[in-house]
């Protein structure tokens, strides 16, 4: 059941390996079927190395295994608020990249500074609100998405494809697993990026709007022209 999407999961786990963006295990992404009514997602505290396809961990919308003898990832209660709130999404990245999670834990927004970043985010990578304690002391992994999907009120998830968890780490998505990978490496180089601009310069401004538009809007929306037309 599910074998082609249990693939891309996998594939985008390693893939998160690969890019330098997880050590160790600290890291998962998922993807999700709608019409099947179930997520897909890395199995909990399992090593990169070592897990295969089969592994993956089959749920329901309530967060039920339905497929597999492994435990989802703890982080799998964040993964379905995403989706629930988003539904345009179909993959969720999670990670603990260096750079990314250096405004993480600073509870900073990563400025948007110029054109590398605002090809993908209509403006800086979000920060959540950090979790009051009662919402870590009881299901803390839920609140985690809750509270950035609170962040989300005002914003488009697909305009802005990631945030920063408070004190934590990123968040990416996207139409599909794969998307939601190259969103979460996008995150990473933005916050390297943005770190040593304001190095170089700490009265940095970020991009002029009429410039931040322009480089998201000839790639994303109705009149995108960036790249080659379907041929469907």
């Known amino acids: ?17 690969d890019l330098g963006l997880v050590l160790l295990t600290w890291g998962n992404a998922s993807a999700i079927d709608r019409e099947a009514g179930r997520v897909v997602i890395k199995p909990s505290g399992v090593s990169y190395d070592t897990m295969r396809p089969d592994d993956m961990a089959v749920v329901d919308f309530d967060g039920r295994t339905v497929e597999g ?27 603990h990249s260096h750079y990314a999670t250096c405004f993480a834990q600073a509870r900073r927004a990563i ?18 609100d950090p979790l009051r304690e009662a919402e870590v002391a009881e299901d803390y992994e839920r609140h985690i998405g809750e509270v950035i999907v609170r962040r989300f009120r005002t914003l488009d998830p697909m305009r802005f ?11 990416a998505w996207g139409r599909t697993v794969a998307k ?16 040593h601009s304001m190095q170089l ?15 998201f809007l000839r790639k994303h929306g109705a009149g995108a022209y960036y790249g080659q037309a379907d041929p469907r």
């Open 69 to 95: 003898d492994l435990k989802p990832s703890v982080d799998l209660p964040t993964h379905l608020a995403l989706y629930e709130a988003f539904p345009e999404i179909g993959g969720v990245v999670h990670t």
């Open 111 to 128: 400025p948007c500074f110029g054109t590398t970043h605002a090809d993908y985010f209509h403006g800086e990578v979000p920060v959540a």
């Open 180 to 195: 939601a990978v190259e969103n979460a490496y996008v995150i990473e180089e933005a916050a390297r990026m943005a770190l």
């Open 161 to 171: 494809p990631g945030v920063l968890a408070a004190n934590h780490a990123p968040f």
């Open 1 to 17: 059941m599910l074998d082609e999407l249990k693939r891309e999961v996998f594939e985008a786990n390693r893939a998160l390996v």
């Open 201 to 215: 310069d700490p009265d940095l401004q970020p991009i002029p709007k009429y410039l931040l538009d322009k480089h």
